[in-house]
């Protein structure tokens, strides 16, 4: 479930990109959980056909996931399919990342790649076909002419190097159909993991293409007036995963168009995953030093097809020579010694191998990302209560059991009274956990304080997602405040002090704008790492 100002930041993004009617029926979803058509026009009171259009829309763009169920049928009547919508939170946020999902695309594969990717980005979902007259529109190609197959090429290449590097991958099933089980009797299905599998999960997971198609690309559709027809052409893959055979998709795997035509979309988690490796480099540079950020970097690179899962916990085995060679590519890495990569590793949490083993590594992600997280944590507590309660914090975030007020004004070196007080401040807004423990005859309690991480780690998103929001808000107040400003066409003659305002709010929206994409990076370490 997500946190209040979570969906109060996600309801304010549909708002901006699609409008109040939109964002009324996403807000009843992400509130309210999946719902089918019925339950959303009872909840929302609007006319069936404006929420039919909204849930296409938001459909398009990702941010809704539609499945069917078989519900039971009534006395005497046969079960019937019944329809869900669920809105997916985390998709509706990544929409306030697509300036950095464009960054990555533009800094390695240029302009063309960025075009095709951004018309992704625009419209949600696209069919090759569409890609095609969108980037022939744009650059005004004569389809009558020599130009056309030229164009045609150029579209072919780029958007194999988008679905090559994962950038972009076939679109869910539109409505796939959850198969009822034994286990659907039951108040909860499990995982094979143990875990608490929802019906959401499962709908997801039965909507996702086959990896082995996922990112396959066939030539079904014609790119010009003389593309060839024969058959075999057709089904001629553009692209296929290595190691992988070719196979024919089945029809339902995939969401196509009216005119059966594959649709495509932005890879979310290609991103997120990139994003996250930034993130731990980052992170094990400031802490460490740059030379471990070059080594960790090159162990990313080096596992780049190997990582599957963008949460993996832990890096794939890789020998110290596959590091060093992977390291030496990089610029930073060409005058790294074997001996250093090697200490970088120790540094990075790795046990040196027994002699005469083969010498490979693995790095923890997963501790590195909750060190980054505890620091994110620490900072906000050293700004906002001071260095004394900072050092409180640090202990206990160490500790997991409970420790007593004694031990830790005796190990912070603070006043028992100043201690307590940090403490009782700590505990009102949420950061740690107390208990009481006591002699009823000699009337005295012993007070006991301990982190409770994860519910702290959810407080401090949802205040995150509340800062989130108050810049959004605050970047439409400062473009209202402007828009006569900002309506001064280029090339106008106007007076200095026009010039000037104009100025000073692009500098602020700047800012702004900064400020949001840094406190992003912060979002996406506690909630998409």
Not at 82 to 97: E, G, P, S, V
Not at 166 to 182: K, N
Not at 339 to 347: H, I, N, P, Y
Request: glycine fraction near 4%; charged fraction near 30%; charge should be negative.
């Amino acid at each position: 479930m997500s946190s209040p100002h979570g969906i109060k930041l996600a309801v304010h993004l549909v708002t901006t990109y699609f409008g109040e009617l939109v964002s009324k029926v996403c807000e009843c979803l992400l509130r309210k959980g999946t719902l089918s058509l019925g339950q959303v026009i009872r909840y929302t009171e609007l006319s069936k056909q404006n929420v039919t259009n909204a849930l296409l829309l938001l459909i398009q763009h990702n941010c809704v996931q539609a499945f069917t169920i078989q519900q039971p049928g009534g006395f005497g009547e046969e079960p019937k399919p019944l329809t869900q919508y669920m809105a997916l939170h985390d998709n509706i946020i990544h929409h306030m990342r697509f300036p950095k999902f464009l960054a990555i695309v533009s800094d390695e594969y240029g302009q063309e790649c960025t075009e095709i990717f951004e018309g992704l980005l625009q419209h949600g979902r696209l069919s090759l076909n569409k890609i095609s007259d969108r980037y022939k529109d744009k650059h005004k190609v004569d389809v009558t002419s020599g130009e056309n197959n030229s164009a045609d090429n150029v579209i072919h290449e780029n958007f194999n190097k988008l679905v090559q590097a994962r950038f972009i991958e076939r679109c869910p099933a539109h409505e796939p159909f959850l198969q009822p089980s034994e286990e659907d009797d039951a108040p909860k299905k499990r995982s094979k993991m143990g875990d608490v599998q929802t019906l959401e999960a499962r709908a997801l997971v039965a909507a996702a293409p086959m990896e082995s198609i996922r990112f396959l690309v066939e030539a079904d559709d014609k790119w010009s007036s003389g593309a060839p027809d024969d058959d075999d052409d057709k089904k001629f893959p553009l692209t296929e995963i290595v190691g992988e055979k070719r196979k024919q998709p089945e029809p339902e795997v995939f969401a196509t168009n009216e005119k059966k035509e594959i649709l495509w979309r932005v890879n979310f988690e290609e991103f997120i995953r990139r994003l996250r490796h930034k993130c731990c480099v980052s992170h094990v540079t400031t802490r460490l030093d740059s030379v471990v950020g070059i080594v960790l970097s090159a162990i990313f690179e080096a596992t780049r097809r190997d990582e599957t899962k963008v949460k993996m916990e832990k890096t794939v085995p890789l020998s110290l020579e596959t590091i060093y060679e992977e390291a030496m590519k990089s610029e930073e890495g060409r005058s790294l010694t074997l001996e250093r990569v090697r200490a970088s590793l120790v540094q990075l949490g790795c046990e040196l191998p027994t002699i005469g083993i083969d010498e490979t590594y693995s790095i923890d992600v997963k501790k590195i990302i909750s060190q980054a997280q505890a620091q994110e944590v620490e900072s906000v507590v050293l700004k906002k209560y001071g260095r004394e309660a900072y050092r409180i914090f640090r202990l206990l975030s160490e500790r997991e059991r409970l420790i007593d007020t004694d031990k830790i004004s005796n190990t912070t070196f603070v006043e028992k009274k100043d201690a307590l007080k940090i403490l009782f401040q700590l505990w009102k807004d949420d950061f740690l956990h107390m208990e009481r423990i006591g002699n009823d005859a000699q009337k005295v309690d012993v007070l006991l304080w301990k982190m409770n991480k994860r519910a702290l780690w959810e407080h401090v998103l949802d205040d995150m997602y509340h800062a989130a929001l108050n810049l959004k808000l605050r970047l439409v107040y400062e473009l209202e405040q402007a828009k006569d400003i900002l309506l001064v066409l280029k090339g106008v003659t106007v007076g200095d002090e026009v010039l000037k305002r104009r100025k000073q709010v692009g500098d602020k929206w700047k800012v702004l704008e900064s400020s949001l994409m840094i406190l992003d990076d912060a979002i996406m370490l506690f909630n998409a790492f």
